[in-house]
């Protein structure tokens, strides 16, 4: 080509001077001679056209422009004037020379011309500006870049602009050869950072990717698309340094900013969980972080909470341990309870956003491939597993070991927010994927590692625990059964809620349980202090903000939103998934529950363990006591509740326990409607219908008397020991949720048909279920009531030796040991006081419309007894026993309880059977005992009414109290053969015991079965059935009393 057609060339205007352009058109000739090959700058013709020289020029144009824009480098010294150019490049002067002063940068030198500018040490000494209007700051910091990472980084930002703006197909290759440069020179980069001595490429990883999420989704996109291509680049080349190798000084870093640094609020905390969360986009980083997380002990529980997921996990508002850090609610005394509501609102979102972004993170390893979700299941099994010791009563009694052994509470709460994120798509009640859920799973065990990712076993200790029915029958699964992720993930959920919220809600409840025992001793301290700022005040006060404090970072950690939102739902699911496994053997489609349940119960019964019914007791109990406006969130699905109460609460057979039969009852109780004194908001309102609707209209409601009397008669029933304060603890919400449902019609007649029921089978093998109801309910009215009098007249005792300044002569240790005594006997008298209240005004409310049964002749003794036995108490001479200061404080409530008696008396006085009784009781019965009570009816200003029935009654049985006197003084001289072995009194009906031989009045024996179904003189096996009529002698004693009676009739003669 001549000079004339070069200098006519429009694309001559690339090269500084017309000598250049025909430096560069000479040196295409020459490679064209010497590679053919060439096909972006020469062609196979020696002779080029006019119009392959302009394309050529063009191309070469193009490339150059390309680069420097992606790059901000450049071989051109003197730059021109053109806005089409970056405002500022750098210019590499030592290619440059090698070049021989080449001013345009092509293909071929790319890689190094690349590669020099990252050697810069000072690339801002290099700058070249081209002198165009309207400078790009920006370009210049990014062109003076001396951190190579951070170059690479913003030339591959750049790289995506130039890519989005390219139409021309030709240039193509050329773009992919610069993102292959820049990959490679950012693998170079993290394999061989020994070449940037002065920098560190880890930490201008971490600077990039938390700069980046500052900013728009678009940066951050970018930021995940280089460094994920930069990944998969080092993982190709990985004999030059594996993923781990390069990533683990990060990862390293990471762990120790979320162990030493951060906390639940620190700024930088989110950008960290952040840059984590890279981790995921690849299945070659997703298998060095899960390698990376392995516990070298995985015993251990706690070096699960030390690695960096562990340490993530463990961010929360509760402290690692009992000693600190206390981050939030300090000083809680010196706030207000608005303020402290803001403190924990506060605490919800950081909270929420861990358990979320953990779950994004496991749950996008999960998706990559199947060996990574083995990884992570196995991570969750094995860490829940080493932390199963959390649940066992000793752990807490040793917080040093405790804390060494297993994960903070923290951990162990956060943990349950992602396995409830994972649970989430069968979170629903009659959820179809409910059915997908293999109840064998918790009886099969892998056989190894290979096994377990194989056939979906992930979750270990399942088959060690209590079922809810056990067998020696039950079938191990087959060795070829294979689970599925969801029965995967419902069991290590349960397992995580077992060990994570329950035991936290535990501890919060025993805190609370101190926390009301230290306030109740500060006030104490206070009262008799000069100010807060002496000892031992100041001591007991910073131990009541230390309590609270804690009490206020645990009930924040648990009541985040989100997290009671996933575990109602998940419970609801629970429950609905639970009553089909307990009555249909067919699980692949759901059934409506129908009543009376099938005898048989299906074999999945016996797979279910029991925490999975504790966990879901504790929840309902949870809410109730401290987010009842749950109950509002779950609307009209509160049914699937009640229906599991219904299904399992009296069915022994499908859940053995009696004691989580019982607890049931609380559950009942906690769904119960809110007091309309409480229910002031239309939210409310809404719950209150939606619960009252629950014990009207659930279709299985009118079971619900029988099942609750059922569970009230077996925890006596047990066979095993249980302690008086326990079964008192049960029945308890028993007491509250028969007088709620006493008031509901349909529940009312169900009890009363109960009781007709029991009436007419008194003498029946197996005791009618109402008869044993309100015979135990007269037990524990004796034993209560009398317990609570024991104790009200101890406390007596001791105000007086306080009174009289009897402890002010104890030395100090003697007199602190004396105050705790006092108090604890205290908490035994409230305790017992509450207890008895609740048992007596139960029989007050039973017996205004039942009240034969309870005038039958093997009741009838045992009612009018304790009735007159505590009559007397109450009003008699010894009521100034009880006459102790503060009765409130011990819920000591005599007028209460007499107005209680009085109305049972009332209840069944029409019955001649009760009022005869009521004067056989030689021991507290006399014809004082009703005056009295008449005089205390007046002064607690009870009803007149009440007032002129009592009297009455009294006028009543005074007047069979003066016959039942004649006729006793007739037979007093009974034969011994006539009186009963057991009470000494004149036998009615005699039967014989059939293996001690003994003969006892039936109604006596009777009423012995009824507590204990034994012979009472050797202990063998007795019921009503077995017994044997003595009529001989039953004849006997009739006849005599007949004599003897017409002997008082006819005068003697003398």
């Not at 009781?755 to 135990?776: G, S």
Request: net charge negative.
């Amino acid at each position: 080509m001549g000079d004339k057609r070069i200098e006519e060339n429009p694309f001559a205007a690339l090269f500084p001077s017309l000598s250049q352009a025909q430096q560069f058109v000479g040196t295409q000739k020459q490679l064209s001679n010497d590679s053919p090959s060439n096909q972006v700058l020469s062609t196979s013709s020696e002779k080029k056209t006019d119009k392959e020289s302009k394309d050529v020029l063009r191309q070469t144009f193009e490339v150059s422009r390309l680069v420097e824009k992606v790059f901000l480098i450049t071989l051109d010294k003197d730059c021109q004037a053109d806005p089409d150019r970056p405002s500022h490049c750098v210019y590499l002067k030592e290619l440059s020379e090698a070049l021989d002063s080449q001013t345009w940068i092509d293909i071929d030198c790319l890689g190094q011309a690349v590669f020099e500018r990252l050697m810069l040490e000072n690339p801002c000494e290099f700058i070249n500006t081209a002198q165009t209007t309207g400078a790009d700051v920006t370009s210049t910091n990014q062109a003076a870049e001396p951190k190579a990472l951070h170059y690479l980084f913003y030339s591959f930002r750049r790289w995506l602009d130039v890519t989005m703006q390219c139409d021309d197909t030709s240039l193509a290759s050329v773009l992919t050869m610069c993102k292959d440069v820049i990959l490679t020179n950012a693998r170079t980069c993290f394999q061989q950072s020994e070449l940037f001595p002065s920098q560190n490429i880890h930490q201008q990883f971490m600077e990039i990717y938390h700069n980046e999420c500052q900013f728009s989704t678009d940066l951050t996109d970018a930021a995940d698309q280089f460094f994920t291509d930069v990944s998969n680049e080092i993982h190709r080349n990985r004999e030059d340094g594996s993923l781990m190798d390069v990533f683990k000084p990060v990862l390293d870093h990471l762990k120790k900013r979320f162990t030493d640094d951060l906390s639940l609020m620190h700024t930088d905390t989110l950008k960290c969980i952040n840059l984590v969360m890279f981790f995921s986009k690849t299945e070659g980083l997703a298998q060095a972080f899960m390698t990376y997380n392995s516990p070298l002990i995985t015993s251990n529980g706690r070096a699960f909470e030390n690695t960096l997921i562990g340490s993530i996990l463990s961010l929360s508002c509760i402290p690692k341990s009992e000693t600190g850090p206390y981050n939030f609610f300090n000083n809680p005394s010196s706030y207000t309870r608005q303020e402290h509501d803001i403190t924990e609102s506060n605490l919800w979102q950081p909270l929420c956003l861990i358990g979320e972004r953990i779950h994004q993170l496991l749950m996008s390893i999960i998706r990559i491939s199947p060996d990574l979700r083995h990884q992570v299941l196995s991570w969750l099994g094995t860490c829940i597993h080493a932390n199963f010791g959390r649940t066992k009563i000793w752990s807490n009694q040793l917080p040093q070991l405790f804390n060494q052994m297993y994960c903070s509470e923290g951990f162990s709460l956060n943990l349950c927010n992602v396995m409830l994120r994972l649970c989430q798509p069968f979170s629903e009640p009659l959820s179809p994927k409910l059915l997908k859920i293999q109840p064998s799973y918790t009886t099969a065990v892998a056989a190894s590692d290979a096994d377990a990712k194989n056939r979906g076993l992930h979750s270990q200790g399942l088959s060690t625990e209590t079922m809810l029915v056990t067998s020696t029958e039950t079938a191990s699964p087959s060795s070829d059964t294979h689970y599925s992720f969801i029965t995967e993930c419902f069991f290590l959920c349960e397992q995580s809620l077992n060990l994570g919220f329950h035991m936290v809600h535990d501890k919060i409840l025993k805190l609370n349980q101190d926390l009301h025992r230290v306030q109740r001793l500060y006030s104490e301290v206070r009262g008799q202090a000069v100010s807060e700022d002496v000892e031992p005040v100041r001591s007991i006060k910073m131990q009541m903000d230390k309590g609270m404090t804690l009490f206020l970072s645990m009930k924040a950690a648990l009541t985040e939103p989100r997290l009671m939102e996933m575990s109602l739902n998940f419970h609801l699911a629970t429950a609905s998934w639970l009553t089909q496994v307990a009555t249909y053997a067919d699980l692949t489609q759901f059934h409506p529950i129908k009543f009376p349940l099938p005898d048989v119960v299906p074999d999945a019964v016996y797979h279910v363990p029991e925490f999975i019914m504790g966990n879901l007791t504790d929840f309902v109990l949870f809410c109730h006591r401290f987010k009842d406006d749950m109950f509002e969130l779950a609307g009209d699905r509160v049914e699937h509740l009640m229906t599991l109460i219904l299904v399992f609460m009296g069915s022994p057979q499908r859940m053995k326990n009696p004691h989580l039969r019982a607890e049931f009852a609380d559950m009942l109780s906690a769904l119960m409607p809110p007091s309309t004194n409480t229910g002031t908001a239309s939210g409310g309102l809404l719950s209150r219908f939606h619960r009252e609707e629950l014990f009207v209209k659930h279709p299985l409601v009118e079971n619900l008397s029988e099942t609750l009397l059922h569970v009230f008669v077996s925890i006596e029933m047990t066979g095993q020991s249980v302690e008086f304060e326990q079964k008192f603890n049960y029945r308890r919400p028993m007491y509250i949720v028969l007088e709620y449902i006493w008031e509901i019609d349909i529940h009312k007649q169900a009890i009363i048909k109960l009781a007709v029921e029991a009436e007419q089978n008194m003498e029946a093998t197996d005791a009618p279920l109402f008869l044993r109801f309100i015979n135990l309910l007269i037990n524990d009215a004796i034993f209560l009531l009398d317990e609570a009098l024991s104790y009200m007249s101890q406390i007596k005792e001791k105000q007086q030796e306080k009174e009289r300044g009897d402890w002010n002569d104890l030395d100090d240790r003697q007199r602190q040991e004396t105050e705790m005594d006092f108090r604890h006997l205290g908490m035994l008298a409230r305790y017992h006081n509450v207890m008895a209240n609740y048992t007596i005004h139960a029989l007050e409310l039973l017996t205004t419309s039942i009240k034969s049964i309870f005038c039958h002749n093997t009741m009838v003794d045992r009612i009018t007894g304790m009735l007159n036995y505590f009559l007397l108490h109450l009003v008699g001479p010894k009521q100034k026993n009880f006459s102790v200061k503060d009765k409130n404080e011990y819920e000591f409530k005599p007028q209460q309880i007499v107005l209680d008696i009085t109305k049972i008396y009332l209840n069944l006085g029409e019955s001649e059977n009760f009022c005869m009784a009521v004067t056989h009781d030689g021991r507290s019965y006399s014809a004082q005992l009703f005056d009295k009570a008449i005089q205390v009816l007046g002064k607690i200003s009870s009803s007149p009414q009440i007032t002129s029935d009592f009297l009455a009654l009294d006028d009543k049985i005074r007047t069979m109290a003066e016959q039942r006197k004649e006729e006793e003084d007739l037979l007093a001289d009974a034969p011994e053969e006539f009186l009963d072995p057991l009470l000494g009194t004149l036998m009615r009906d005699p039967v014989l015991l059939p293996t001690s031989k003994k003969i006892v009045d039936r109604s006596v024996i009777a009423r012995h079965i009824l507590s204990d179904q034994s012979d009472p003189f050797n202990r063998q096996p007795l019921n009503m059935e077995m017994v044997i009529p003595s009529t001989d002698l039953k004849q006997k004693i009739d006849d005599w009393v007949t004599e003897t009676k017409k002997k008082l009739r006819t005068p003697s003669t003398s």
